[in-house]
């Protein structure tokens, strides 16, 4: 910029010498002379007016923009000047969106500790009650008296609540892992038809606890890019709920449709399905329905396969109807 | 944080004996980063509605914030100007320009604004969208589904405040729609825009973060998933 400006400054002096030799050179009429060095000198003061004059109006702009910008970080509205075809209106419309895009971010951040927090004081309950429960027992195995009945029962229950302990550190694990992305996923051009059966086999045994009917439809050739255990964890974590809350002699089905952006994977239960009010809520962290409450569960499986899916850029969605069951769909991207 | 604030909006065509009330009373806020969908039958006002959180259309009674902008004290000129750096639209028939190739078509908010398009903003859209084998392509030679991909990408272009869609899905098939509203959520979440919807599809309407059911002209449920 500032090499521009001299050369053009530079070439103005170069005028005015070549008018002024011109001027003074020996052939050529007076008047003659007069009238072009007249013309050349005009054109050099217009030269000068339009470098002023555009100078002022990169001044005036640069000052417009400077105060756009501090009317924006003192939080002052700078609506006024968005709407119109100039050049400072473009600024500070863009500046305005900026202000916005950092104002949005920070509240976001808000809300992510506040849940953060929620989560903590959750845990720390979830953890409470399964230890205060073991201690307890071993007080009483403590105290124990041949008179009382076996103290095998009490080991038993003492073993049950160690699992539940186990099993609630275990998933914690995962999905704090998963988000301090510490496990890499590694998609590869896996064949669906593997993880679907990875897991099934999962939720096998209980499924035929109660009588529920799992069937699967998927091309045996269809391959996706996905990482293949963390899917079949995600999977197994719906089926787990699908199982659950499917009654005794229920139907799963699951289908698998290729799209034009991603492939689907529907799970289908005849389950007692999701109010309306719920369906946002059951993919949040510790969410659990009021009404199953009594059903075993932490509320973290959801949560975890939607991590586990939006990690590799698909999504999943709900459709239920209370009473008629669910279908969840895990769309996974067709291309890496 | 409210993107956008309706209240008491009312549009009436016609004087007294014939006097049609499209929108009667309409009260409503919606969310940053927000996805709401609005419902109803054909002819309860939500298309009108629509128009006027866009400034498409004014208002009889009543106002319209949008980011912190009350829209009735705008002229023609600076709500066309509102609309190219605020909104973005997404209509059921795509409304992609047929002579221009598929870039063309999604620079083009950007580009009569007489701005340079943000070509790394840009190349993600695309790239979300699945288009980016297609941008030298003219529309006609595109899918229902690709042309609407192109509508989300153009719509998403100028990074509005606010994507307005119209029944974005009303002339493709279930499985793609799944699919575009998919879409849309998502790239909507990654780049913190808030989106306004009107579908006739109640599964589409369960997906979102609220259901507002219009009904002659007034809400008539307003429920939050």
């Known amino acids: 910029m500032k090499t521009v400006k001299y050369i053009l400054i530079l070439a103005n002096i170069f005028l005015l010498i070549c008018c002024g030799a011109f001027l003074f050179s020996e052939n050529g009429g007076g008047v003659r002379k007069m009238e072009s060095a007249a013309i050349i000198l005009a054109f050099e003061l217009l030269n000068i007016c339009y470098y002023y004059f555009f100078r002022r109006q990169a001044v005036h702009l640069s000052a417009d923009v400077c105060r756009c910008a501090d009317n924006v970080l003192h939080g002052i509205s700078v609506q006024n000047m968005q709407y119109r075809e100039t050049l400072t209106s473009k600024m500070a419309a863009e500046l305005d969106k900026l202000e916005g895009a950092v104002a949005f971010h920070l509240e976001e951040n808000r809300k992510e500790k506040k849940e953060l927090q929620e989560m903590i004081s959750e845990i720390t309950h979830q953890i409470k009650t399964p230890v205060s429960n073991i201690k307890m027992y071993c007080e009483m195995l403590a105290e124990y008296d041949s008179a009382w009945e076996q103290p095998g029962q009490f080991l038993d229950i003492m073993k049950q609540q160690l699992r539940k302990l186990e099993f609630l550190l275990d998933t914690l694990i995962k999905s704090s892992r998963l988000e301090t992305e510490m496990i890499n996923l590694e998609p590869e051009n896996g064949r669906v038809i593997e993880t679907l059966a990875a897991a099934v086999n999962g939720v096998m045994h209980k499924a035929e606890g109660k009588d529920i009917d799992i069937s699967v439809v998927c091309p045996s050739f269809l391959r996706v890019y996905h990482d293949i255990k963390w899917t079949a964890e995600a999977l197994e974590n719906i089926l787990d709920n699908a199982v659950k809350y499917t009654p005794a002699n229920g139907k799963i089905r699951i289908t698998v449709n290729t799209g034009e952006m991603y492939t689907e994977i529907q799970v289908k239960d005849t389950g007692k399905g999701i109010e309306a009010a719920e369906m946002n809520n059951i993919f949040k962290r510790f969410y659990r329905e009021k009404s199953v409450s009594r059903t075993e569960g932490l509320g973290l499986g959801l949560y975890l396969a939607r991590e586990i899916i939006s990690l590799q850029k698909g999504y999943i969605s709900v459709r239920s109807k209370e009473g008629k069951g669910s279908c969840f769909s895990i769309c996974l991207p067709n291309r890496a | ?225």
């Open chain 2, 1 to 225: 944080m409210y993107i956008l604030r309706a209240e008491n909006v009312k549009k009436y065509y016609g004087a007294e004996p014939v006097l049609v009330k499209a929108l009667d009373g309409i009260t409503l806020e919606v969310e940053q980063g927000s996805f709401t969908a609005i419902v109803g039958t054909s002819g309860s006002g939500k298309s009108t509605l629509l128009h006027m959180l866009g400034g498409l259309d004014t208002p009889t009674d009543g106002s319209v914030v949008v980011d912190g902008q009350e829209l009735s004290g705008m002229d023609k000129n600076e709500l066309t100007i509102f609309r190219r750096r605020k909104i973005g639209f997404i209509f059921q028939n795509y409304n992609l320009i047929p002579n221009l190739t598929v870039y063309e078509n999604i620079v083009l908010p950007v580009e009569l604004d007489g701005r340079a398009a943000d070509r790394r903003y840009l190349e993600t859209v695309v790239k979300t969208l699945g288009l980016n084998e297609k941008l030298e392509q003219k529309p006609n030679q595109l899918s229902g589904g690709q042309q609407q991909r192109v509508a989300i990408a153009r719509a998403l272009a100028a990074k509005p405040a606010i994507v307005l869609a119209d029944e974005p899905t009303g002339n493709l098939d279930s499985h793609t729609s799944r699919e575009v509203i998919g879409l849309l959520q998502t790239t909507s979440k990654n780049f913190h825009q808030t989106i306004v919807m009107i579908t006739h599809d109640d599964e589409i309407a369960q997906s979102a973060d609220r259901a507002i059911r219009i009904e002659d002209g007034k809400i008539a449920e307003s429920r939050w998933a």
